[in-house]
């Protein structure tokens, strides 16, 4: 699973705030990273990345390419089959949760790729994140942790 590590440091402390007052965060966590899959599979959608700027345009060589596979026409960016599309997924535990994707090449499409140091490619790739917390993912996080804390706090 490709990892991306963020630290937010509102959201961090948050978190550590909830796991000292209610120990394990797994409930949280789950609830945090469902929403977090969902959005990501939104803008996965819309071809955004987190920070809300669409992702580049796919290359009339990767069309080509995929038309010479006899793959069906798909003029979306990152969308081949809809594998990546298909493999986003959460794993909460007690402290942490993680969004991604299993795929091999999650982390070229993240991170994108040269031809000049990935000899198999047919072009350069540009980044295209589609990994990471928006502003609304971020606010919502927080949200999420607020009304644990004033839950706990009711007893």
Do not use: C
Not at 71 to 96: C, E, N, V, Y
Not at 117 to 124: E, K, S
């Amino acid at each position: 699973m490709i990892r991306i590590r963020l630290d937010d440091g509102e959201v961090t402390a948050a978190f550590g705030r909830v796991a000292a007052a209610l120990g394990d965060l797994t409930p949280l966590m789950q609830e945090v990273g469902e929403y977090l899959q969902l959005s990501t599979d939104e803008r996965f959608k819309a071809g955004k990345a987190p920070d809300a700027s669409p992702w580049a345009p796919k290359k009339p060589s990767t069309t080509a390419a995929q038309a010479r596979r006899g793959d069906p026409p798909d003029p979306r960016p990152l969308f081949w089959r809809g594998d990546l599309a298909k493999t986003i997924a959460m794993q909460a535990g007690p402290a942490s949760v993680e969004v991604g994707s299993n795929r091999i090449y999650a982390a070229m499409m993240q991170f994108g790729g040269r031809k000049a140091r990935f000899a198999h490619l047919w072009g350069d790739i540009p980044a295209r994140p589609f990994l990471g917390l928006s502003a609304e993912d971020r606010t919502a996080s927080l949200d999420l942790i607020a009304e644990e804390i004033e839950a706990a706090a009711a007893g």
